[in-house]
């Protein structure tokens, strides 16, 4: 056999095996794993002392949006993608936000449309802020059989969150059609109530979108968004689950068999509450939804990474700038936290963060990295095998590791189009060096080689039945 290119020398990383193996690649394509293919290759490119990951898949990630209050997102498609490489991830699966009272397939049309500067591949998210019964009805049954299977909900903010009923009708359709329901949980009611009542007393410091967005906030909608998919006996996610409390209302019902999924983020192993309480305005930088509790709950979610409560790591990557008139500082450095944009980036740093703090300093194998990183994202969102494993006939796309390499996460390396990192300063052991996409090297030493659009929209399959995953 000819190849294009093999990668050789490497250790190959799944998540069920490490082993000893290049890689050859035909057409984009993985069509050998076996030692000695170096001698037939047009290009090869050397791994040794280096590990050969799955490239990472980022399920969670916001680009070319508008935030509920209007404010423009950061990234595009293209600075968000470059981002991506550069931390190793070579798939990503944003969203497509629909407008009140807008037509589902025109969100879809002018996201996809963004979408073609990508420099990876790529699938879609809707976010449903207007189920109505024509959505439901009509549109949804069309759009699934195009690739778009999985929906996300909020139960809170102003503009998006949608009554019980109507979650209760999307899971009804998401049970017959089986796709996936991915649910924001938490109480909007209760963010109203507590937000109104801080600003009343003058709290308005960024530290108090914590308070706003307290645990019992999370907690409660996690366990009523449960209760919901229980009564409609639909298969439900939970998204970016940032508190102990909240993850062990997800695994009591795990143990019970519900079909509950649950993804966290590094936001909430790297951040803490004490950050929106840094000196002036710069607590802004740290606000999201939900927040980054105390530091004591970071060790509870490592737990929950541990012991398999989470299936997915996700950056939520929602860059807003710090300044600028997009920026979280746009009505001021003294804007009271609700005026504050709500969302951190994370595209390029979510690897690296999980692979030193997890891998390196021995609280998770290789294998649970990958699993959470790639192979899960790719299996419960219908991508799998052509993306998240190191298998003959699967897309090439792998992150080659120096598993040793020291780095300090600066600002300027990411490739983003954010004036700041939350984890700007930060020590990690372990970097992704080389990234490729279907076969291409797309970033290598820092430096990203992509070619503006050449990533391709990806239709995701039905999702499978999750109880044998639990
Ligand atoms: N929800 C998200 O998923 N991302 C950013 C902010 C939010 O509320
Ligand atoms: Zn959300
Ligand atoms: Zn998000």
Known sequence: MQFDTVVAGGQVVT?????????????????????????????????????????????????????????????????????????????????????????????????????????????????????????????????????????????????????????????DLSRRERTLVMIHAENHDCCEWLTEKLLAEGRTEPRYHAVAHGDPVEREATYRAIALAEVAGAQVLIVHVSSGNAMREIAAAQQRGIPVLAETCPQYLFLSEADMDRPGFEGAKFICSPPPRERGNQELIWRGIQTGVFQVFSSDHAPYRFEGTGGKGRHGHDAAFNRIANGVPGLATRLPLLFSAGVRQGRISLQRFVEITATNPAKIYGLYPRKGSIAVGADADLAIWDPGRKVMIRKEMLHDNMDYTPYEGMEVEGWPVITMSRGEVVCADGQVTAERGRGRFLPCDRIQEMKAWL
């Open 15 to 171: 998540a069920a095996d490490t082993f000893r193996a290049d890689v050859g690649i035909i057409d984009g394509r993985i069509a050998c794993l076996a030692q000695g293919l170096a001698g037939s290759a047009a290009k090869v490119i050397d791994a040794t002392d280096r590990l050969v990951l799955p490239g990472g898949i980022d399920a969670h990630c916001h680009l070319d949006q508008q935030s509920p209050a209007g404010i423009n997102h950061a990234d595009d498609f293209l600075s968000g993608t470059r981002s991506a490489v550069a931390g190793g991830t070579t798939t990503i699966i944003p969203f497509a936000n629909q407008r009140h009272g807008q037509p589902l397939r025109l969100a879809v049309d002018a996201y996809r449309e963004k979408a073609e500067k990508a420099v990876i591949d790529y699938a879609f998210h809707l976010i449903l802020c207007d189920p109505n019964a024509g959505v439901i009805g009509q549109e949804l049954p069309s759009l699934i059989e195009e690739g778009y299977t999985s929906f996300k909900v909020f139960m809170a903010y102003d503009s998006l969150h949608v009554s019980d009923r109507q979650i209760l009708e999307l899971m």
